[in-house]
């Protein structure tokens, strides 16, 4: 018996075109998942409580309180979007800034204030941010882990 299969070779793929950057572009569009999150400008870099300087974590401590509802939140990507109860563009949340021993979810009510994000100092991130009501009917993890039915 020979080493080599008497099969005929396996049908080609069809062509893909190669871009002038060098990448191949492929025939299909892709198909995205709907996100929460694809709507929203992210900042870069991410601003954290471990990045933001003393006295800009002062100017927001001193600051007055707002109220909001959690637009959402990717626990692995660290961050989220919160809505201002009083209308207005969405609030950054950076998972630093959570207080609390729940992970934020969709309609979760929360109170925060905010502090302006460098370099240029023209949009507003959510610090400070405290979950006042758990979304009823859903289930809440805590940083932990464990998970709780609200």
């Known amino acids: 018996m020979s080493a080599m299969s ?4 396996p049908p080609s793929q069809p062509p893909t075109h190669q871009s002038s950057a060098g990448l191949l572009d ?3 569009a892709r198909d995205r998942s709907p996100s929460p999150l694809r709507g929203n400008v992210v900042p870069s870099p991410l601003p954290t409580r471990r990045t933001r ?3 800009a974590t002062v100017r927001a401590s001193q600051g007055p309180v707002y109220k909001g509802v959690c637009k959402c939140f990717c626990r692995s990507k660290g961050h989220g979007f919160i809505t201002p109860a009083d209308g207005g563009p969405d609030i950054f949340l950076h998972i630093s800034d959570v207080e609390g021993e ?3 979810m969709e309609g979760d009510e929360v109170t925060y204030k905010m502090c302006s994000i460098p370099p240029k ?9 405290v979950i006042t009501h758990l979304a009823p009917g859903t289930k809440h993890e805590t940083w932990s882990g464990h998970v709780v039915s609200s």
Request: aromatic share 10%; net charge negative; hydrophobic share 25%.
């Open 6 to 9: 008497s099969e005929p070779p």
């Open 26 to 28: 492929t025939q299909q």
């Open 102 to 104: 729940y992970v934020p």
């Open 121 to 129: 100092n023209e949009k507003l991130q959510a610090v400070e941010v």
């Open 53 to 55: 300087t003393y006295s």
